[in-house]
């Protein structure tokens, strides 16, 4: 049984591995990881780069696009939770004074979706104010690019030697 078990993980283990399926895994890792679900992207982009040099670019794009994704599936869930919202109270919710703040900042709030904690419910927090979509993705995909860019930068600053999976 203990075998078994040893081997299914190790199979599942090398069925993920990043340089095998790369720059997929990284995609599937910052979409998920850009809605409610708590969990980081970071080291995954950052792994595929130090095991490849070469896949800087295509890693933060690709991270980005993910992220971007995530943050707007995040904006859908609160779009929607809003109108069920709407639907059950039959009359608008009182906003307290960050929603406000939100909501007069406008779609360049999601610029600050790249914030740790506060980032995804943000994305979230943005569609149940109904924000238009297509701006909020906008400032999105730059605040998550930045992050991105300058977090895996650093870790590549920080940590320059050869990384042997």
């Known amino acids: ?71 707007g599936i995040s904006w859908a869930m609160g779009y929607g939770a809003e109108r069920g919202y709407e639907r059950l109270r039959h009359h608008a919710p009182q906003n307290p004074r960050l929603l406000q703040w939100l909501k007069q900042l406008g779609p360049k709030g999601c610029l600050l979706s790249w914030l740790p904690l506060v980032g995804d419910p943000l994305c979230a927090v943005a569609g149940w104010l109904r924000l238009p979509l297509l701006p909020c993705l906008a400032y999105m995909a730059v605040g998550k690019f930045l992050r991105y860019l300058l977090m895996t930068s650093a870790l590549l600053w920080l940590f320059p030697g050869e990384f042997v999976p």
Request: proline share 6%; glycine share 8%.
């Open 1 to 71: 049984m203990e075998a078994a078990l040893h081997s299914a993980i190790a199979t599942l283990l090398a069925a993920l591995a990043l340089p095998k399926v790369g720059l997929s895994a990284v995609f599937v890792v910052a979409l998920l990881s850009a809605t409610l679900l708590p969990m980081g992207s970071e080291p995954a982009v950052f792994a595929l780069v130090k095991a490849d040099a070469d896949m800087f670019w295509p890693a933060i794009l690709v991270a980005t696009l993910g992220n971007t994704l995530g943050g």
